[in-house]
């Protein structure tokens, strides 16, 4: 099953240069973007940058600004030490007639960036649902398109969903 959802998706690439360069795009250009909405959606959702006392107001909501970016960091370091346990091949080297849109180094499972923008988009959603439902939108668009550009099955994406999801949900749960 993993092995048939993964050609369907990858049967998007090497398609045509326009088509590669928009999976390109959202795979590791559109990672950086969400990060910049990110930050600019804490600091500006909460008046920071308007505020007269800017530095006050960063001190009432440093919870919610830490726990944003460090749900993101630890999901990532948590996804690191598993690919080093788990040590799972990517596609182009699973699978011999795969050729991806680019190299990728290190192991496949989970993915990094599928973690940590899911941990991202997890825990804007607990504080903001409206607009963490977005960041879910982007999480998810970053993931398939790293299954289209064949650098990971979808069981890497699904299993750095996951992850990402419950360390959200796990430092939200231990700040209370």
Not at 58 to 84: G, M, P, R, T
Not at 101 to 120: C, D, K, N, Q, V
Request: hydrophobic share 55%.
């Amino acid at each position: 099953m993993n092995n048939k959802i993964f050609y369907f998706f990858h049967s998007f690439a090497h398609q045509s240069t326009f088509n590669d360069g928009l999976i390109v795009f959202f795979a590791e250009t559109l990672p950086y973007f969400v990060i910049v909405f990110a930050v600019l959606f804490v600091l500006l959702h909460h008046d920071v940058v308007r505020s007269k006392k800017p530095f006050a107001l960063l001190k009432q909501k440093w919870q919610e600004i830490i726990f944003v970016f460090l749900s993101s960091v630890i999901a990532w370091v948590l996804a690191y030490i598993l690919k080093s346990i788990f040590m799972t091949p990517r596609p182009f080297l699973a699978l011999s007639e795969v050729t991806p849109l680019w190299i990728e180094g290190g192991y496949a499972f989970p993915s990094g960036h599928s973690t940590a923008f899911m941990a991202l988009a997890v825990s804007i959603f607990l504080c903001h649902k409206k607009v963490g439902y977005a960041f879910i939108g982007f999480a998810i668009l970053i993931g398939i398109a790293r299954i289209m550009a064949g650098v990971h099955f979808p069981i890497d994406i699904l299993g750095g969903f996951i992850l990402g999801a419950g360390v959200a949900y796990t430092i939200k749960f231990l700040q209370k």
